[in-house]
Structures are given as structure tokens and as C-alpha cells.
């Protein structure tokens, strides 16, 4: 009898190999190719279980222009605001979408809670669960209050049953929770392989097409963040979305990846709370709720995800330390670009941390992987080595480059407006930042170091070091950079002195000249932000 024919598929990509080898030939994953029958041609949709109605019938070629404009693809909202806005307004009829997440995050929750408002609509709405049984669904429907009479709810793994379920309930909108664990006896492979995967969705996704049904399949992530099974899935479907968060933080993000019907930046903002998840319309208020102004190593940056601006607090604390290699650590930014950012405090404004503990985190369990966020990242640590606070009504936005330049980063106009809008009215930026809004006094910094001289932390600019002159307790302080109200910190500032030359231990990028350099020595601010800002000040910013 001869043998039965095998090849090897690789679990994350599912590209076949006839040999095993320990690599992935096509995307080099390691020790990721299983043993799987062979597929023979022409049996995979042909056979058994009433699957060759999934070819359906042939199509008939119409003309493009009569197709435009049928109506057919408009989206239908889903009624959860956040929602419909990554979708670019709602579902298409017919559409095909992939909901990626980790397990636990939150999509059988926001996906229940979206049926029960698109079934209050009117269609009928089936939900299979093949991980969770009936009652488990039912009580978290009970938990989120489902009151819909139309919303059918089915426990099912096997993949004909689940087309014999949509054939009986004929539903509007199915969601396959998950597309993992249901499988489908007409394929040899076993359940949960990737040959699984993608001929369950490949069929699903023929039946959503011939009913013009709209489709959601619900899909877990690998431990590295790649839906399993990822390319094979990504080009299946219409839309593929991302649900994420931080476990233990309540805040989840949804982003698009791919999306036929509009673009990918939107950014969809839930919080999770004891009756599901619910839309953060104004994420920026709720990064800043429990900010505490006024404390050293703290600064606000409008950062941008996708085309959405939040306003993220960054913190950083700096102790000394003993140890040979004083720990880093980097909670919501990237962990090489705050290495970056201590390298170029070092070298471009003298602020010397190979002493000390860094840590810097952003507040709220948010992840900013963008340059704009360098220059805050960057303040807040200086403000902490330096224990001097940046004004409460600051924001700071900008790349730091390694020669401690200041670059100017996409839609800045954008970010300075939400920060106009949640009343800020100081901002430092790079050069060549565009008109702030009405409101909002920029400086406008060529380099870190004057930024942090802008900003107060360094040097004889800003209202901190003013006061303290103002008191003549600057040319008796120990160190004279660090010549603030409050008491000097653990970072080492390398030479400075209030003269002005803050930077003295590095080469300084541009020379201070004026010792009042500072928040409205730069072109463009008026100063007029950080008496605002600190009404206390007002004094010392007279001339
Ligand atoms: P779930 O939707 O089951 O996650 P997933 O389908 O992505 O695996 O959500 C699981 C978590 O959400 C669980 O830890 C409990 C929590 N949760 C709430 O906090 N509030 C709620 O109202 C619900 C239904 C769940
Ligand atoms: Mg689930």
C-alpha cells in the first residue's frame, strides 16, 4: 500500500515544506513545522457535508459602473461609537472581519455587547461560541444586560453545524468565536492547526460573501503578538483588527491593521468596567485624572496614535545607585529610545546618569511607540535628576536626535490643539513646530539643552531658577545648575552655574547668552503661558 503523501506546515505563517527542517523555509520561525496529510487537489471544498454548496453558484459579470453606486457597501453602524469609528463608520454588509486579541483582553465581551446593539437594530444576530459553553455566554450576556429577542446564541465547534445554524437562523451578522477552536471533520488536518484554521475561515468567509452576511471572527494572538496562523487569515478577510491593553490596566485600544473598506489610523479607545466595556470618548482627560502638577520627573505629551491625539503623562524617577549597572527601566516607551535619550542628556546637556537608577513610565498602561514622545521622555528625566518640576500647564513634543537637535514630528498642529483643548497653554517644541493655537505660548528650542533651559529645569532660564536668583540663594547653592527652589537631585548636572553655561561638562550646542534665557527668551513664546501657568511667579518674571 503506499504511503500516505505528508508535507510539513509551519504554525505561524503556514507555508508547507515537503521535508522537515528546524526553520521555516518562508518566514525562518524556529521549530515551527508540524506533519500534516498532503492536500489532495480538489478535495477540500468538494466533499461531504453538504460543502459543495459553499462554492455556490457561478457569479455573472456585470459592469463596473453599474455596480458603483448600488448601496451595497455602505457601513452599518454597530451602535458602539468606538467601534464604528475604527470601521470608519460601521460594518459592511457581506464583510469579512478579524478580531485579534489575548486571551482575556476583552473581544468576547465587546463583541457581545456590539451584536446586542446591532440585534436592538432589528436583524437577527448569531453568536457561536466554540470556546465557551451556552451558559457562560448567557451569564455574561445577563452581566451585560442583553435585552435583545433577536440575538441567537449557539455553543457549536464543528464547522458544518455551524453552517446549518446560519442557514436556520439566517442571521444579519455572525460572529465565530473563535475561529481557532472550531474545526471542520472534511479536512484532515488536526483541529487548531493552521490548515484548520484557514479552511474553517476560507469557508466561513465563502458563506458570509453568497448571503452578504456580515462576519466577524474572533482570533487569538502567539505569545509575540501574531494572530496564529496570521498571513493566511490577513489576506482571507475584509478587516483585521487588533484589541489591546495592559491585563490589569482597564483601558483597551482597538486598532485596525488592515481594512478594505477605509484607512488603518483610526484608534478606538474602551475602558472595561463591571457592566463590559464602554467608549472613552475623551482619552486624554482620563491619562490626566490623577495627575499630580507640580512634581519633579512628571511631563504631559501629545503623542499621536494612528491619526488620533492623547495627551499621555510620562514619568520618570532617577535614585542613586551602587550597583555597576544601575538598573533602566521603560514602561509604555521604548526602551532603546530611553537609552537613546540618556546618552544624548549626557553628552548635550551635561546631565550625567551612569549613578543612577532610571525608570520611566507612561501613566494609564499606554504604549507610545512614536518619536514624537522623545523630548518628554528626555524633560522628565532631567526634571527628576534636577528635582525641579516643569510648570503644570506644560507639554512638550518633539524627536531628540542623537546630536541633541530637536526635530519636529508628524501633525504637530494636531497635538498642540488637544493640548489647547484640555488647558495647557505652555508648550516647547522644535524650531520649526507650526503656530500654535490660540492659547497654548511655545518655546521654540533648536536642542534638548535649551529645552530643558526653556522649560526651567536647567540653567538660569525658567521661573524656578528666577525665583531663586531673585532670592540670592543661587551663588550659595552647591550646585549651581541645579540652583532651584527645591533641593538639588540625584543626578549628577556636570558643571553650569547660573551664569548661564548650564551645559559645562559637555560641549554646549549653542551658548546661552542671556541668564534669563528661559520659557520667553525664546523666539516666538511670550512668556505670558508660564505666569499663567504659575501665578506665583509673576514677580520674577518682571523685568
Ligand atoms: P473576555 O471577553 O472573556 O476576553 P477574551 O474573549 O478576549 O478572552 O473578557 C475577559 C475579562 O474581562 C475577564 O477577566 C473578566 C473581564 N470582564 C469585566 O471586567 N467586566 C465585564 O463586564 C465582563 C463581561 C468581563
Ligand atoms: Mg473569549
Not at 484608534?267 to 482619552?283: C, I, K, R, S
Not at 504631559?300 to 545607585?321: K, M, T, Y
Not at 530643558?452 to 545648575?481: E, Y
Request: a neutral charge; charged letters at 20%.
Amino acid at each position: 500500500m503506499p504511503r500516505a503523501k505528508t508535507v510539513y506546515r509551519c504554525a505561524e505563517c503556514g507555508a508547507t515544506a515537503p521535508q522537515w527542517t528546524g526553520w521555516c523555509p518562508a518566514c525562518e520561525a524556529s521549530g515551527t513545522l508540524s506533519e500534516e496529510p498532503a492536500d489532495r487537489p480538489g478535495s477540500r471544498f468538494a466533499s461531504g457535508g453538504g460543502a459543495s454548496g459553499a462554492l455556490g453558484a457561478p457569479s455573472t459579470p456585470v459592469p463596473l459602473v453599474e455596480a458603483i453606486g448600488d448601496g451595497g457597501g455602505d457601513p452599518v453602524p454597530t451602535g458602539f461609537g468606538e467601534l464604528d469609528r475604527v470601521l470608519g463608520g460601521g460594518l459592511v454588509p457581506g464583510s469579512v472581519t478579524l478580531v485579534g486579541g489575548e486571551p482575556g483582553i476583552g473581544k468576547s465581551t465587546l463583541l457581545l455587547q456590539a451584536l446586542a446593539s446591532m440585534a436592538a437594530g432589528g436583524g437577527a444576530c448569531l453568536y457561536v461560541s466554540a470556546e465557551e459553553s451556552a451558559r457562560q455566554v448567557a451569564l455574561r450576556g445577563e452581566r451585560l444586560g442583553v435585552t435583545a429577542p433577536n440575538l441567537w446564541l449557539v455553543a457549536e465547534t464543528v464547522l458544518p453545524h455551524v453552517l446549518d445554524h446560519v442557514g436556520t437562523v439566517a442571521p444579519e451578522v455572525l460572529i465565530v468565536d473563535s475561529v481557532q477552536t472550531i474545526h471542520d471533520p472534511d479536512l484532515s488536518s488536526a483541529p487548531g492547526s493552521v490548515a484548520q484554521v484557514r479552511g474553517c475561515a476560507h469557508r466561513l468567509v465563502v458563506e458570509a460573501k453568497r448571503r452578504s452576511m456580515t462576519t466577524i471572527l474572533v482570533g487569538h494572538v502567539t505569545k509575540d503578538g501574531a494572530l496564529a496562523g496570521p498571513r493566511v487569515l490577513e489576506h482571507l478577510v475584509d478587516t483585521v483588527l487588533s484589541f489591546e491593553g495592559e491585563r490589569h490596566h482597564a483601558l483597551r485600544l482597538m486598532r485596525p491593521v488592515k481594512h478594505r473598506f477605509g484607512g488603518t489610523h483610526e484608534l478606538g479607545l474602551f475602558e472595561m468596567g463591571e457592566a463590559g466595556l464602554a467608549g472613552v470618548p475623551d482619552p486624554s482627560a482620563l491619562f490626566l485624572a490623577d495627575r499630580q502638577p507640580g512634581v519633579a520627573g512628571s511631563i504631559v505629551a501629545p503623542v499621536l496614535d494612528g491619526q488620533r491625539p492623547l495627551l499621555v503623562e510620562v514619568q520618570a524617577l532617577v535614585v542613586p545607585s551602587q550597583a555597576p549597572m544601575p538598573r533602566r527601566t521603560a514602561q509604555g516607551v521604548d526602551s532603546g529610545r530611553l537609552a537613546q535619550a540618556l546618552a544624548v542628556l549626557e553628552r548635550h546637556a551635561g546631565i550625567v546618569l551612569g549613578r543612577s537608577e532610571v525608570h520611566v513610565a507612561v501613566a494609564g498602561g499606554v504604549r507610545v511607540p512614536e518619536p514624537g514622545v522623545d523630548l518628554a521622555v528626555a524633560m522628565a528625566v532631567a526634571s527628576a535628576a534636577t528635582d525641579r518640576p516643569v510648570p503644570a500647564g506644560l507639554v512638550a513634543c518633539g524627536e531628540v536626535g542623537l546630536g541633541g537637535e530637536l526635530r519636529q514630528v508628524g501633525r504637530t498642529e494636531r497635538r498642540l490643539a488637544e493640548a489647547a483643548r484640555l488647558g495647557f497653554d505652555a508648550a516647547v517644541v522644535p524650531h520649526s513646530a507650526p503656530e500654535p493655537p490660540d492659547g497654548l505660548a511655545v518655546a521654540r528650542a533648536t536642542t534638548l539643552r535649551l529645552a530643558l533651559v526653556a522649560a526651567g529645569i536647567l540653567g538660569g532660564g525658567g521661573p524656578a531658577a528666577r525665583s531663586a536668583r531673585r532670592d540670592r540663594q543661587a551663588a550659595t547653592h552647591p550646585a549651581g545648575a541645579a540652583a532651584g527652589s527645591a533641593p538639588s537631585g540625584t543626578g549628577r548636572v556636570a558643571g553650569g552655574g547660573s551664569s548661564g553655561n548650564d551645559g559645562g561638562g559637555a560641549p554646549p550646542s549653542r551658548p546661552v547668552r542671556d541668564p534669563d534665557f528661559g520659557f520667553d527668551g525664546i523666539e516666538g513664546a511670550t512668556g505670558r503661558a508660564l505666569r499663567a501657568v504659575r501665578p506665583g511667579e509673576r514677580a520674577s518674571h518682571a523685568p
